[in-house]
């Protein structure tokens, strides 16, 4: 009884520090994305990472973009760029914009000239990989 | 022994399986021939986001305004701050007060802040990210706003990530609201001493990112302790929906080759100097709690 016991927390403890190493590792690939181009003005984070693990479930959250600003929004499962489809949704559900269509590109960016609220949404391209840590990340500038 | 060996073999097993499904993934998950298998749980289901406070002191500075160094929470009440709580949200009350002083190149108050970010993260157990390194980094670009808002930002995604993955979302969740609180206060207060429609605006455009504070600490809220403080911003949230606001949406166009999209959508508004002025009152009373 106390083996099984000992063996079901190893399990559980190796698995949380594989994922949170795996998560650490893909949020510094995807905050790459933030630095933009050379010579450009750089994105500054907005301070937080957001992670999910995804199998072939949709993670969701809501943000404030605030007017007057140029968001970038990056997305990554990890050093492949383009596994990861993300769609920006305004309050009333219209599509604002999805990577899908623009070949699951990993990150993108966001004039916006009112302040607006919006639901993003994220999941992984199941041609791809089915399951995985997924990491997004904001930055902005202005 | 060998009973020993039946656990291990099998716990080794799963661990270098979990470990070898590195961040690159692989081209095909083999899983993917039944799609209606369940591989594991979500690890997270509940994705919350604040604005950064950072962006508040951006549009105070554009809008050219003095600084106000008299509205900050003094650097000296650091040590007052006792429980796991205060320090959270005083942590997140001083980077948005550094945020501030740096945009406006006041070093001295910058480097008084920066003192108390990091004796506040180094009882939390956050110094990773508020480092010997990124002190030194810091005091080395003083006069360089973006550089300096850039490293500032970049230690407080460490310390949420480093919160997250140790299981410590409570703190992380106070450190973003009291964050949220401190540029809440910088904005009544000098909209108090100089009236500015801009930054009536801005209080205005926070009523979506209350309901996610509320939302975020009520989600972390261990045995209760915010409570109060959930409580406070409930009835902040009364006043908050008295204030109109009418979105119209307008579809938006896309810069292919630049990877970028307009949001061309429309938002008018409008708040009544009453409820403007609760706010402002009771915004004050929730930070003043906070910081005494």
Redesign the interface.
Same mark, same amino acid.
């Given at each position: 009884m106390k083996?099984?016991l000992?063996?079901s927390f190893?399990?559980v403890l @190796?698995?949380s520090m594989?994922?949170?190493?795996?998560?650490?590792?893909?949020?510094r690939?995807c905050?790459k994305y933030l630095e933009g181009k050379a010579g450009e003005?750089?994105f500054?984070?907005?301070?937080?990472?957001?992670?999910?693990?995804?199998?072939?479930?949709k993670?969701?959250?809501?943000?404030?973009?605030?007017?007057?600003?140029?968001y970038r929004i990056a997305a990554?499962?990890?050093?492949?760029e383009n596994?990861v489809i993300f769609t920006v949704k305004?309050?009333?559900g219209?599509v @604002?914009?999805t990577n899908r269509k623009?070949k699951n590109?990993p990150?993108?960016?966001?004039?916006?000239?009112?302040?607006?609220?919006v639901l993003?949404e994220t999941e992984l391209d199941?041609?791809?990989?089915?399951?995985?840590?997924a990491v997004m @990340?904001?930055g902005?500038k202005? | 022994m060998r009973k020993i060996f039946n656990y291990l073999v099998p716990t080794l097993f799963a661990f270098g399986t979990l470990m070898s499904c590195d961040g690159d993934g692989k081209e095909m998950d083999p899983d993917i021939k039944d799609p209606n298998k369940t591989l594991m749980t979500k690890f997270d289901n509940k994705v919350f986001s604040i604005p950064s406070p950072v962006q508040t002191s951006m549009l105070i500075k554009q809008l050219n305004l003095p600084f106000y160094s008299d509205i900050l929470n003094d650097a000296g009440n650091v040590s007052g701050y006792s429980t796991k709580s205060a320090q959270a949200l005083n942590l997140g009350l001083y980077g948005t007060d550094l945020g501030y002083s740096a945009l406006y190149n006041e070093s001295s108050y910058s480097l008084k802040y920066l003192s108390a970010v990091q004796k506040l993260s180094k009882k939390l157990g956050l110094s990773g990210a508020f480092d010997k390194s990124f002190m030194k980094r810091v005091e080395d670009h003083l006069s360089n706003q973006d550089t300096l808002m850039m490293l500032v930002s970049d230690a407080f995604m460490q310390g949420d990530m480093f919160l997250k993955n140790a299981n410590r979302k409570s703190d992380a969740a106070l450190i973003l609201a009291g964050g949220w609180i401190e540029s809440m206060y910088i904005l009544s207060e000098i909209n108090i001493k100089k009236a500015t429609p801009r930054i009536v605006e801005r209080i205005g455009e926070q009523q979506w990112t209350l309901v996610s504070i509320i939302d975020l600490l009520s989600e972390y809220n261990t045995k209760g302790a915010n409570d109060e403080l959930i409580g406070d911003l409930h009835d902040l949230q009364f006043y908050f929906d008295k204030i109109e606001s009418k979105y119209t949406y307008v579809e938006p166009t896309t810069d292919v080759e630049n990877k970028t999209t307009m949001l061309n959508h429309k938002l008018e508004i409008k708040i009544d100097t009453d409820i403007l002025n609760q706010i402002s009152m009771k915004i004050r009373s929730i930070r003043e709690k906070i910081t005494n």
């Open positions: 083996l099984k000992i063996y190893c399990i @190796l698995a594989a994922f949170s190493q795996d998560c650490e590792q893909i949020a690939d905050s003005k750089k500054i984070s907005d301070g937080q990472v957001y992670t999910a693990f995804l199998d072939r479930e993670a969701e959250f809501k943000t404030t973009l605030y007017g007057g600003s140029t990554s499962v990890g050093r492949k596994y305004d309050s009333e219209n @604002l914009f623009y590109a990150y993108w960016d966001f004039e916006v000239a009112n302040t607006i609220q993003l199941t041609d791809f990989k089915v399951t995985g840590c @990340l904001i902005f202005q | -």
